[in-house]
């Protein structure tokens, strides 16, 4: 079956074994009615050839009897039977012979002996070797009978020599020779052949085949029907009949039609059946290709939509130009294209409304009202100076330059499994940990906003050499428990998130402002990525409504690819925040001066304030420590 | 109306002298259905050698509508015999017979010459061109003979003696178609004598082919 995985050759061969299977049925079924009808017609012609052949042996012994009382009659020859000189009858006898073209002759005395003979095989005044045949000649005026003289067949004819009694019994033999035998075979169309059995032992005398002379043929009943038999060669279908039996002698015919020549009509029509057999064949071949050629190609074209719609290619549409099962089954293809395609483009446009995330939650999903409560981490962006530059630039040239830059961002959290939950001008609102669980999610967030520090530095190249104003962006970053849901009317939902920690999340994100820093995180952050991201503590700030201070954090770099210098940086800044905290304010001063020094540290600028402030109002030294976020 | 004329004779001579000379014999010759046979012959040897007494001579077997009249004909040794010709076509007359061959070749209108019957036997008599014809001269040296009338009933004159009675018919079913028999005749009047026979069926009847036998095997 390996070789037949093709539709199209598996039908082929079912549909030709099928085929043969059937022509094969067909022509034993032919074979074997045509035998048994040729045999049977060849065994009633042999019964009737049998008769045949009998009448014409007996139409040849009328035929010669008629001759024999003929010469018997001659009156001459009577005379000379009237002289009973031997010499001169003998003579007389082989003149009469002659007439007639008798083989062989016998006169015959009215008490069975044996007045001349021929053969002068017996003597003078012996008994006639078939007295039975005389005595038959003497009741009914003749006798005829196949005898075996010297092993030879002769038809021995038995007449009387009449003046106008019996005075003499003359018989005369007539051999059966081949020339008799052919001439009957063209009488009756079939094989002869005469044989004798004399004591069980067959012996052919003469045929019209061309046998070995010691041809021995088994017995068989004559009364049967007919029987096979071989020569060596040939195969004969024979009739035995039996032409004389006495006691221990029997003359028998064999009368036999050959078997091969009764079948060559038979063969001729073999030979039709073949030839229809296979034009049938090349016919069912082609009907058969034509039919796998109608079902496999579509199946095959269906095969390749399957394909191309596997791959996502939804508009490819099958082209199948029938009304059948087939023609059906292409059409219900190319309406599932078509739907797919729609889901594809809802689902595209889903995607750019919402997070892709959201897209597949809200496509795969049911879309219910509510939400639930998660730790989240919601990140916050902003562009710092956009509202100025949009006063300098056209409106188009502006939502061009918006939509570059949100396209990049949205990549950007799109790659780091955010989700994307608002557009806010220019400002951007993402969050991880939902709809999806995610682990790492405050990791996830940090390292997104570091990429989209980079992506900025990327398009900030852009941006100088269009001539624009440089940007920069702040990100504030908070990690806690939301809620998280689709938020709306049944109408218009939004995937959205509500709770305080987000509210911290967009203070930190004005903050940097404040800090002169890029992004911003509270403690809570911090607490997931400290051993992954470097940051520097800044501050404690106060939320509002709340009592208990948030530390807040800038990120530096991720841990992997911190430089020694902004090692070195953060530890400076982190004894110059101990010293001021534990109001060595000397000591702070000269290391805050330093890093501003060195590093143009924003930060520590805000502290060298501090300090002075700290100089000047000696009373409000501790609430001073604290800034209050909600500035 | 000759053998009628015999017949009266004897009848006479039996009345006049009936305990010195002659006993009439009377018989009939049938077959098992009772059926008479006609012609056949009847000879009668007494223990005394009698010289029998000639009769009529020469005798006649005519031939009439291609057949021997009569089909059996018995004579005594020595008697002849005329075949005249009372068709209107030749006839060849035979035989081949040990006992008396002779030959009338083809004749006719003519009395040929009375043929002697010289010794005792059956003479056969054929036509050579009429297969069919076949004629019987009984030859006998017997005394005394007669022949079976059409009602099968022969008689003969015999003085009271021992004689071999001796029935004769081509046809008849014995060796050398004969029946014989001994009889006693003393004065007393004898006893009729019956025989009943069987023919051999033949074909070979002595008369010409009719559309029934035309096909016969000695045509």
Redesign the interface.
């Known amino acids: 079956m390996r070789h037949f995985t093709r539709f199209r050759s598996r039908l082929l061969f079912y549909i030709i074994g099928l085929f043969l299977l059937t022509l094969s049925c067909v022509f034993g079924v032919v074979n074997q009615v045509f035998r048994q009808n040729s045999e049977d017609s060849i065994r009633r012609e042999l019964i009737v050839t049998e008769r045949i052949f009998l009448r014409l042996l007996h139409e040849r012994s009328s035929q010669l009897t008629q001759q024999a ?1 003929a010469l018997a ?1 001659d ?1 001459a020859f ?2 000379v ?2 002289t009973r000189d031997n010499a001169t009858i003998s003579s007389a006898l082989t003149n009469l012979s002659t007439r007639v073209k008798a083989d062989v002759s016998f006169l015959v005395a009215t008490d069975y002996g044996v007045m001349i003979d021929s053969f002068a095989a017996q003597k003078m005044g012996q008994l006639f070797f078939a007295p039975e045949l005389i005595k038959q000649a003497e009741a ?3 006798a005829a009978q196949l005898v075996l003289i010297n092993q030879k067949l002769y038809q021995l004819i038995v007449v ?1 020599v ?4 019996p ?1 003499a019994w003359l018989c005369l033999g007539f051999t059966i020779d081949n020339e008799v035998l052919a001439q009957l075979k063209q009488l009756t169309q079939v094989e002869i052949s005469l044989l004798s059995e004399q004591n069980t032992a067959l012996r052919l005398h003469v045929s019209t085949l061309d046998l070995p002379v010691n041809q021995i043929l088994p017995l068989y009943e004559t009364n049967a029907d007919g029987f096979f038999w071989h020569t060596d060669n040939e195969l004969y279908l024979s009739r035995l009949v039996i032409l004389e039996q006495s006691e221990n002698k029997k003359i028998v015919a064999v009368i036999e039609r050959s078997w091969q020549k009764s079948l060559e009509n038979f063969h001729q029509l073999q030979w039709l059946l073949l030839i229809i057999a296979l034009m049938s064949i090349v016919g069912a071949c082609l009907a058969a290709f034509w039919l796998a050629k109608t079902v496999s190609k579509p199946v095959q074209i269906l095969a390749q939509g399957v394909q191309a719609i596997g791959q996502g290619d939804y508009r490819f549409q099958v082209n199948i130009n029938s009304h059948d099962e087939i023609g059906k089954l292409g059409t219900a293809f190319n309406n599932m294209g078509v739907q797919l395609l729609e889901k594809e483009k809802i689902r595209t446009l889903l995607g750019k409304m919402v997070s892709p995330a959201v897209a597949n939650e809200l496509l795969n999903n049911d879309v219910v009202l509510g939400g639930e409560v998660r730790e989240i981490t919601a990140l916050f962006t902003d562009l710092a100076g956009f509202t100025r530059i949009a006063e300098q630039i056209s409106p188009q040239d502006l939502v061009a330059l918006l939509n570059n830059y949100l396209t990049y961002m949205s990549s950007d959290i799109s790659q780091h499994a955010g989700v994307l939950d608002k557009f806010i001008g220019d400002a951007i609102v993402a969050f991880w940990g939902a709809p999806l669980d995610d682990n790492l999610h405050a990791k996830h967030a940090v390292c997104c906003a570091l990429a989209m520090q980079k992506t900025l530095q990327k398009l900030r190249d852009e941006w100088k050499e269009r001539g624009l104003p440089l940007l920069t962006m702040r990100i504030g970053i908070n990690t806690g428990c939301a809620v998280v849901g689709n938020i709306g009317s049944i109408d218009r939902l939004d995937y959205t998130m509500i709770g305080d920690m987000v509210n911290l999340a967009a203070r930190l994100e004005g903050a940097n402002k404040y800090y002169g820093s890029e992004i911003l995180i509270s403690e809570f952050t911090f607490e997931q990525i400290k051993h992954d991201f470097l940051c520097r503590e800044l501050d404690n700030v106060r939320v509002q409504g709340k009592q208990k201070s948030v530390a807040i954090y800038e990120v530096i770099a991720e841990k992997s690819s911190v430089t020694i210098e902004q090692q070195a940086f953060c530890v400076a800044f982190s004894d110059a925040l101990k010293s001021f905290r534990v109001k060595q304010f000397d000591d702070a001063k000269v290391r805050f001066a330093e890093l501003v020094e060195r590093y143009q540290d924003d930060a520590s600028v805000l502290y060298l304030e501090r300090l002075e402030s700290q100089a000047t109002n000696t009373d409000g030294a501790n609430s001073a420590v604290i800034y209050d976020l909600s500035k | 109306m000759l053998k009628n004329i015999r017949y009266l004779l004897s009848l006479g001579a039996l009345t006049f002298s009936v305990s010195t000379f002659a006993l009439t014999l009377n018989g009939t010759v049938t077959n098992y259905d009772g059926d008479p046979i006609f012609e056949a012959v009847i000879t009668a040897v007494g223990s005394i050698k009698t010289k029998s007494s000639q009769t009529t001579s020469p005798r006649k077997m005519d031939q009439k509508n291609r057949e021997f009249v009569s089909h059996i004909l018995a004579v005594q040794v020595g008697e002849s015999v005329v075949f005249p010709n009372s068709d209107n076509i030749q006839h060849h007359i ?3 017979s040990p006992a008396n ?1 002779f030959e009338i070749q083809l004749y006719k209108d003519i009395s040929p010459k009375p043929i002697t019957f010289d010794k005792a036997g059956i003479v ?5 061109i009429h ?4 004629g019987y001269v009984y030859v006998t040296d017997a005394p005394y003979f007669a022949q079976t009338n059409e009602k099968g009933e022969w008689s003969l004159n015999l003085p009271a003696d021992d004689y071999t009675l001796t029935l004769w018919h ?1 046809n008849l079913d014995t060796p050398n178609n004969v029946l014989v028999q001994q009889i006693k005749l003393t004065t007393e009047k004898p006893v009729p004598i019956e025989h009943k026979i069987t023919l051999k069926t033949t ?2 009847t002595g008369k010409p082919p009719t559309d029934d036998n035309q096909n ?3 045509q």
């Open positions: 009382s009659s009156f009577k005379r039977m009237a009914k005026g003749k009387p009449l003046a106008p009694e005075i | 035979y035989s081949f061959s056969v008599l054929g036509c050579n297969d069919w014809m076949v081509p074909s070979r016969s095997l000695y």
